[in-house]
Every structure is written in C-alpha cells, then in structure tokens.
C-alpha cells in the first residue's frame, strides 16, 4: 500500500505562484510515476503534470512552459510549481502515483488552489 499526503495549496492572485508537495509513504518502490491531477467544479479530472522514476515528464498542454514538475526519489516526494497562475487554474489538485505491481493508481486527498481575478 502507498499513502500520499499533500501540501501547499492556497489562495494566490493571478499572476502568483504557488508550490505544490507530496509526500509517498509505504511500498514506494513500485511507484513507476509520479504526478498532479486537477478537478474543477462541475468538469471531470485532469491531468495536469507527471514525472516517471527515470525524469521523463508530461504536461497538460495549458499549462507547459508555467508548470514545473519535479521528483526526488530519496525522498518519495513529487513537487508542483506553479507560476503565472490564472483563475481558469483553480481546481482540487490531487497527487497521482502509479504502481507497477498492482497495476493501480494511488491518490492523495487533494489540495484547494484558487487563482483570484
């Protein structure tokens, strides 16, 4: 089993930055991928960013070139930077991990972000 814990949402202006972590705790080893989810009120789940063991990254076309995410593997722990924030990127964001040996996706309990106009 793997838990993930996340931290670092908040209310920000548009235009700020906001920094995202999550923490795995448990059989981490499996943890092939790493990553960020959003879900807006009344749209369906996102994927935002993710990162693989080896640094290989994917970004929701909205928001490459804003985004950063990052991976250190010593400590289990996924970050989400976030600059040039706009409203239009208010949403729960939930820490996402993949593991290998059961073929499964494991969540966080998610973290409010919120973009003021």
């Known amino acids: 089993q793997v838990q993930l814990v996340e931290s670092g949402g908040g209310l920000v202006q548009a235009g700020g930055s906001l920094r995202l972590s999550c923490v795995a705790s448990g059989s981490t080893d499996s943890l092939i991928s790493m990553g960020w989810y959003r879900q807006a009120p009344g749209k369906e789940r996102e994927l935002v960013a993710t990162i693989t063991r080896s640094g290989t990254t994917n970004y929701l076309d909205s928001v490459k070139g804003r985004f950063t995410v990052s991976r250190d593997n010593a400590k289990n722990t996924v970050f989400l930077l976030m600059n040039s924030l706009k409203p239009e990127d208010t949403a729960v964001y939930y820490c996402?991990?993949?593991?290998?040996?059961?073929?499964?996706?494991?969540w966080g309990q998610g973290t409010q972000v919120t973009v003021s106009s």
């Open positions: 996402n991990a993949y593991g290998v040996l059961c073929d499964c996706d494991y």
